[in-house]
């Protein structure tokens, strides 16, 4: 996580966003990490370029597997979007004036998906948005289950 907070310093610096990782200093997932790195940029991106900050990326051992979460504090999925978010070239009505073509989420499922896993988006009662992508894994008490 702290790979992906890093690659993206230089734009939360020029709009003065804080990326904050917060994660359990033993905490393991079985996976590629590239790709696992990617779906998670996909996340920081869109918090980036649609939330507000701080940018919050967190990990923990939850409900059997590995939960790592990205979430923002700006307005949140639209009610009519957040059904549709994973699907390819889906994009929020407020997005389409910007840059993109709708695949950052499916890609960010795709990835889950490929790594037995799940994903899962929701705002959050504080406001913002906060997507997680739900693995199976090991935990320090040893093997967590999918």
């Known amino acids: ?9 230089w734009r939360a610096d020029d709009t003065d966003v804080a990326i904050v990782v ?6 393991d997932v079985n996976g590629d990490r590239l790709r696992l790195e990617q779906a998670l940029g996909n996340l920081v991106d869109n918090a980036l370029r649609y939330g507000a900050g701080p940018v919050e990326l ?16 700006g307005n949140g999925f639209d009610d009519e979007f957040i059904g549709q978010a994973f699907e390819r070239f889906t994009r929020a009505d407020h997005a389409r004036s910007r840059g993109g073509a709708g695949l950052g989420l499916s890609i960010v499922r795709t990835v889950a998906l490929a790594h037995g896993g799940a994903v ?13 992508i739900v693995l199976p ?10």
């Open 58 to 73: 967190s990990a923990a051992a939850a409900g059997g597997g590995v939960e790592l979460h990205v979430r923002d504090h």
């Open 22 to 27: 917060s994660a359990p200093d033993r905490l």
């Open 120 to 132: 899962r988006a929701q705002n959050a009662d504080e406001g913002g948005a906060d997507v997680a």
């Open 137 to 146: 894994g090991t935990s320090p008490d040893g093997p967590v289950d999918k």
């Open 1 to 9: 996580m702290t790979s992906v907070a890093h690659r993206f310093e």
